[in-house]
């Protein structure tokens, strides 16, 4: 490859990405506008408290992004088993929804959904939209009562205004458990003796904070050579089919490639393309420090009722003891979604006196007393929002990037693309072996990227 990759954005895909490539033999230049690189995993910390941007973990299947998280954390990790809930009408319940947990619910609801189940196989449903999708799969009962708030509360976009892709690759990662059936009485039946003798994969996390694999990565790129330049943003400029040049600040790269991770309606700005109606949420963060413990001991729970302000609320000291300054402390990473640059997002701080008295509310802590500090974190283009018609606008997105013979697409937002942390290593080990042998190394494969060997 003559001249460096260059890696736009020094998130998840961006990192991995580069720290491969490097490995392979190339040289690599990462840039990442914030003040530390892990784009939207990164953690920040005050007081001894650490947060997340949102509840991180990794969870996966795949032998070669463990392979690569074991090289990388090297055992300086912890693992647990998924707890997480949502809250219901006053109470809180086990999540993802098992089809055993129907019998936890209120009894009139779970006759209501029992119907549901024992009738929605003789229904037909046109599964054009995240509505009829979930419909299909949980009937109306539950999709009312648990899917349909949520979604409308998170999005900012009603349901049948939302493509099923929302449920398929987004909430179905978030909330629903994908294995199980439910669309009838007989799937639920076989799903339910399924569950049984389950044995869940544990969650893994760094001991120190989702900041910590990230810095381990960031030194093995610089120890061998790489530049991650932070606190920077980035600029393209496009001619006859190719990026020709990278601005990195006022500092202007001429690449072999670019790998772009950065909103793909970025991307088309600088290129002077049409830009597509691709829009992504904004995340308001209210990183709550608490002086005591908490009486609910899950990971995350998820709060759909339109009386609650927040989202989703995160307990970063159940993924590790080290994200608290001891052992009474708790920190809440309390969510919001909005729009960037909306009331919400302009007037967040105003808003933090609100959400004290919902965690009250929420039974999380007895009284604001308990509350030693709250900082307010913006956080933009966190998730792609997947109305009707994104397929249509990503497809012409695509195309007209695609004559950019070098410009490569990865990553959440770079792919518009609602994903985890493992998926999206996953995509770097998948787009690097096919760069590599786009380059002449026919030999490299995954499980050799995982584990180091290629070069």
């Known amino acids: 490859m003559d001249g460096p990759v260059v890696i736009v954005g020094g998130g998840v895909a961006g990192l991995v990405s580069a720290q491969l490539l490097q490995e392979a033999g190339a040289k690599v230049v990462v840039i990442e506008r914030n003040a530390e690189v892990g784009g939207l995993a990164r953690s920040m910390r005050y007081d001894g408290f650490s947060f997340d941007v949102g509840p991180h973990r990794f969870h996966t299947e795949n032998p070669n992004v463990k392979a690569y998280l074991d090289r990388v954390l090297k055992g300086d990790a912890t693992l647990f088993p998924r707890l997480s809930e949502v809250y219901f009408q006053g109470s809180y319940y086990r999540w993802p929804l098992h089809p055993k947990n129907l019998l936890q619910l209120p009894l009139p609801l779970a006759l209501r959904s029992g119907v549901d189940l024992a009738i929605n196989g003789f229904k037909e449903y046109d599964l054009d939209t995240f509505e009829q999708y979930v419909l299909k799969q949980y009937g109306p009962t539950l999709y009312e009562h648990f899917f349909r708030g949520y979604s409308e509360k998170f999005l900012g976009i009603h349901p049948r205004e939302t493509h099923p892709d929302w449920a398929k690759v987004g909430i179905n990662r978030a909330i629903i458990d994908d294995k ?212 249509r606008e990503l497809e012409k997105a695509r195309r007209a990037l695609g004559q950019f013979e070098n410009l490569h697409l990865a990553g959440r937002t770079g792919m518009f693309w609602y994903n985890n942390m493992d998926h999206s290593i996953e995509n770097a080990m998948q787009l690097c072996k096919r760069l590599l042998r786009d380059a002449g190394r026919a030999d490299v494969e995954e499980s050799a990227l995982a584990q180091g060997i290629a070069s």
């Open 180 to 391: 199980l059936q439910m669309q009838n009485l007989a799937q639920l039946a076989k799903s339910t003796l399924t569950q049984f003798n389950k044995v869940e994969i544990p969650f893994m996390y760094p001991t120190e904070g989702m900041q910590q694999a990230w810095q381990k990565v960031s030194a093995i790129i610089r120890a061998k050579g790489g530049r991650i330049l932070t606190g920077t943003k980035a600029r393209l400029e496009g001619k006859n089919g190719k990026i020709e040049h990278v601005w990195a600040g006022e500092e202007r790269i001429t690449p072999s490639m670019v790998i772009w991770t950065a909103p793909i309606t970025l991307a088309m700005k600088q290129l002077n393309l049409e830009i597509p109606d691709l829009p992504y949420l904004g995340l308001l963060l209210y990183n709550v420090c608490v002086e005591s413990d908490v009486p609910r001991k899950y990971q995350w729970c998820y709060y759909g009722e339109d009386d609650l302000i927040f989202n989703r609320i995160s307990i970063p000291k159940f993924f590790s003891p080290a994200t608290v300054p001891n052992a009474k402390a708790a920190g809440l990473c309390v969510e919001l979604t909005c729009m960037e640059g909306d009331t919400r997002w302009q007037n967040a701080e105003r808003l933090t006196d609100w959400v004290v008295d919902d965690l009250v509310k929420v039974g999380l802590i007895k009284s604001r007393r308990q509350v030693h500090n709250v900082h307010v974190e913006r956080i933009p283009e966190s998730y792609p929002i997947y109305h009707k018609h994104y397929p």
